[in-house]
């Protein structure tokens, strides 16, 4: 993402979306884009998770979730990477993994319960095919 103005992400040789690493970045035309760009890559779940009539997917990034008491997300620490200025923690939500970067470093150990909560605003909405909603 530093060495280029702009980017063309391809999948199967057809052209997903064009645009400046941050444009397609911030603003992923698609689950797919949204997925290839960053590090550790957007966590994707059901939307059921949040809302039991929800089907859509729902993406978070993982520097986007924190740890809140009333955080909307109940997870189960399954491994911790201490990175110095970053913590990584993967976790189980339901039979999901996710990732969490959380900034500076914290005391989380395997097998740990917590919630994981985020802004409303930083959610990524998907349809049953990819495309990006909101």
């Known amino acids: 993402m530093t060495l280029a ?5 391809l999948r199967d040789g057809r052209v997903e ?6 444009e397609l970045y911030n603003n992923p035309a698609n689950q797919f884009v ?10 994707f779940f059901p939307g059921s998770l949040l809302n039991e009539s929800d089907d859509r997917t729902v993406g978070v990034r993982p520097e986007d979730l924190f740890i809140a008491d ?14 110095g200025g970053d913590t990584n923690v993967i ?3 339901d039979s999901l993994q996710i990732t969490a970067r959380l900034f500076g470093q914290h005391a989380i150990e395997e097998g740990q319960d917590l919630r994981l ?9 998907f349809d049953n095919e990819g495309a990006r909603l909101s």
Do not use: C, T, W
């Open 5 to 9: 103005d702009k980017i063309v992400v």
């Open 17 to 22: 979306q064009i645009g400046s690493p941050m």
């Open 34 to 43: 949204a997925g290839f760009l960053g590090s550790p890559s957007m966590n």
């Open 70 to 83: 009333d955080g909307a997300l109940s997870a189960r620490v399954s491994h911790v990477e201490q990175l």
């Open 91 to 93: 976790a189980n939500v």
């Open 117 to 125: 909560g985020f802004d409303p605003k930083d959610v990524y909405r």
